[in-house]
């Protein structure tokens, strides 16, 4: 289950009693869970703060800002929607592009 008792990441669970309780494998903490889940949620680029602001992992934020360089590393929720549009723009420009091409920089 994605994010369940409010984790990052997503964990096996049990659900029963009116109650989630983690489903964890035998000898796996729930804190050495959390810790792998937030080593995976860098490695896949993108990690959600316990404030709700996104912040994208050093290989991620350099990868875009070689398309979008005005993009913080850290975004706010609030701008979320303005940023997801931006990406989706530079997802088709890079689909259309020529194999070996430099993508524009969408606005």
């Given at each position: 289950?994605?994010?369940?008792?409010?984790?990052?990441?997503?964990?096996?669970?049990?659900?029963?009693?009116a109650r989630i309780a983690l489903d964890l494998p035998p000898g796996l903490s729930r804190a050495e869970a959390v810790v792998w889940q937030?080593?995976?949620?860098?490695h896949d680029g993108v990690t959600v703060l316990?404030?709700?602001?996104v912040r994208f992992g050093t290989r991620a934020h350099r990868a875009l800002a070689a398309h979008l360089p005005d993009v913080s590393?850290?975004?706010h929720a609030g701008r979320i929607g303005s940023l997801t549009r931006r990406l989706l723009l530079l997802r088709e420009t890079?689909?259309?592009?020529?194999?070996?091409?430099?993508?524009?920089h969408p606005r």
């Open positions: 289950m994605p994010g369940p008792l409010g984790l990052p990441g997503g964990y096996p669970v049990c659900i029963g009693d937030a080593r995976m949620a860098d316990p404030c709700g602001e590393r850290t975004q890079l689909r259309a592009q020529r194999p070996g091409t430099v993508a524009a």
